[in-house]
């Protein structure tokens, strides 16, 4: 069980460069689903991360689409670079592997922790990678000293936290959602690196509706748009 990432993007820039990803590449605030917000996003993006809240609702959905989508498989990318989550509060991190993984051929890592797990793992099963990460000791250090350094109060690593981090990408002419806690990764159709932040934000309002009551969502690009 890890301490759980703030959303934060000062935090999640800084973790980013110290998993060496260039200072090119950052974070920032999605600040709502209206045409004009997105507009204020800098381009280009590679990824969405999606803060929400796990509820009822949620976890119904959830179990109705992976019993449909088990009987009726959608048509995944071989080139998808995709895990599964074992570790508690590991949300975020599993979320900028995600985001990166699928996006080396834009993001030049530096050699350091993420590029080597990412090196290793990407011809193994979502299961295997899984396991890699609850013994990682460089990606672990990592997440553990950005827990700690949010603008609130870290909280235990047993709290129970039922805020949940996924990413959406684009890849080879498609967007997925990937989550962590999901058997396999979703096709939402269509998309382009053009289209990727107003596609995602299609997908992210789905969530919102099920839950129009709550709150806690929240919403950060991966720009190289910021200066």
């Known amino acids: ?128 990678k899984a396991k890699k990460l609850e013994t990682d000791e460089g990606i672990g250090n990592c997440h553990a000293a950005s827990a700690l350094e949010g603008q609130t109060e870290a909280p235990s690593a047993d709290d129970k936290v039922n805020l949940h981090f996924i990413a959406f990408v684009e890849k080879e002419g498609c967007i997925y959602e990937l989550d962590g806690r999901k058997p396999f990764a979703i096709n939402h159709g269509p998309s382009s690196s053009a289209t990727l932040l107003k596609d995602a934000a299609l997908v992210c309002k789905q969530f919102m509706d099920r839950d129009p009551t709550q709150l806690q969502f929240n919403m950060i690009a991966l720009t190289t748009g910021m200066d």
């Not at 460069?17 to 381009?43: F, I, K, R, T």
């Not at 179990?63 to 959608?74: F, R, S, V």
């Not at 995600?98 to 011809?123: C, E, M, R, V, Y």
């Open 1 to 128: 069980m890890w301490l759980p990432l703030e959303s934060n993007p000062d935090v999640i820039n800084k973790y980013l460069v110290n998993l060496g990803v260039p200072a090119s590449w950052q974070c920032c605030d999605v600040y709502g689903l209206d045409e004009g917000l997105l507009m204020m996003v800098p381009q280009p993006i590679c990824a969405l991360l999606l803060l929400f809240p796990i509820t009822e609702n949620y976890e119904k959905f959830r179990a109705e689409e992976e019993t449909k989508l088990t009987a009726n498989p959608q048509t995944i990318s071989d080139q998808l670079y995709f895990t599964k989550q074992t570790v508690g509060n590991a949300c975020g991190t599993v979320g900028m592997i995600h985001s990166i993984a699928n996006n080396t051929d834009k993001i030049q890592l530096a050699d350091g922790a993420l590029k080597a797990f990412i090196d290793s793992t990407k011809s193994l099963s979502a299961e295997e």
